[in-house]
């Protein structure tokens, strides 16, 4: 997700076969089944912030979306584990964090403080939890439909990124065989806010902070 610089990267873990690519997984690779319980821990942050991306978490295991527990626990051996210190807000995709080192952060938050708006924490911790449960970033969605005014982007992000950099997290859809999909969600919690110069029709994108009725729906019938 972005915002002024801030951007979400979700990927594999290097341990777990991706389809041949050195980034984000694919959905069918790393989804959960349905009545898992996913143990989650902090690594660090303070307690009132840590109760704060509990309570979000949890929107996504509610009744009618995930047939899902999350578990949190004060123990660190758990399959997803949480740090405030990296930087940048991410997370592994889904299963794949099963295969990070123990010691190792599986998601991260690092633009979230004890000062941070409801709205803030809402937005990044809904997106995170997403990607854990193996949801992709929406404008990389196979069902495309954004048509892309790349040369604009290349120059906006080049100070950030390569152009390789900017294709594959942007522009790069995943591959339909390997992803489970609707039609591309514009108000997904998933999806990066997107300028109107971005665009050749002028589409944009806020920032989502509140899952879709789309992402109730899907989270829903793939964890039901």
Same mark, same amino acid.
């Given at each position: 997700?972005? @915002?002024? *610089? ?9 341990g777990?076969?991706?389809g ?7 959905l069918?690779a &790393?989804?959960?089944s ?6 989650? &821990?902090?690594l660090?942050g ?6 704060r ?6 929107t996504?295991t509610a ?7 999350l578990?949190?626990?004060k123990d660190? @051996?758990t ?9 940048g &807000? ?6 794949s ?5 123990r ?5 991260n $938050?690092?633009?979230l403080?004890?000062? &941070?708006a ?10 995170e939890?997403?990607?854990?449960? *193996? ?7 196979p069902? *495309? *439909?954004?048509?892309? @005014? ?7 992000l ?16 995943y591959?339909?065989?390997?992803? @489970?999909?609707?039609?591309t ?8 806010p ?5 665009t050749?029709?002028? $589409?944009?994108?806020g920032?989502n902070?509140r899952?879709?009725?789309?992402d ?9």
């Amino acid at each position: 997700m972005a @915002n002024s *610089g801030e951007w979400c990267f979700a990927w594999m873990h290097e341990g777990v076969s991706a389809g041949g690519r050195d980034r984000a997984a694919l959905l069918k690779a &790393s989804m959960w089944s349905p009545g898992d319980i996913l143990t989650v &821990s902090f690594l660090d942050g303070d307690p009132a912030l840590q109760e704060r991306v509990r309570a979000v978490a949890r929107t996504w295991t509610a009744p009618e979306l995930a047939r899902l527990t999350l578990d949190f626990r004060k123990d660190t @051996n758990t399959a997803i584990r949480i740090s405030f210190l990296r930087a940048g &807000s991410w997370s592994v995709l889904g299963t794949s964090c099963r295969s990070v080192p123990r010691e190792t952060p599986t998601m991260n $938050f690092g633009w979230l403080s004890p000062s &941070s708006a409801d709205d803030v924490v809402e937005r990044v911790v809904l997106h995170e939890f997403g990607h854990a449960l *193996g949801l992709i970033h929406e404008h990389q969605n196979p069902a *495309g *439909g954004i048509l892309w @005014n790349k040369e604009e982007v290349y120059k906006d992000l080049s100070a950030q990124w390569s152009k390789e950099k900017i294709d594959q997290n942007l522009f790069e859809p995943y591959a339909q065989a390997e992803t @489970n999909y609707t039609q591309t969600d514009p108000l997904s919690i998933m999806m990066y806010p997107i300028k109107a110069s971005w665009t050749l029709n002028g $589409f944009s994108v806020g920032l989502n902070s509140r899952l879709s009725p789309t992402d109730r729906r899907f989270v829903h019938e793939q964890y039901a």
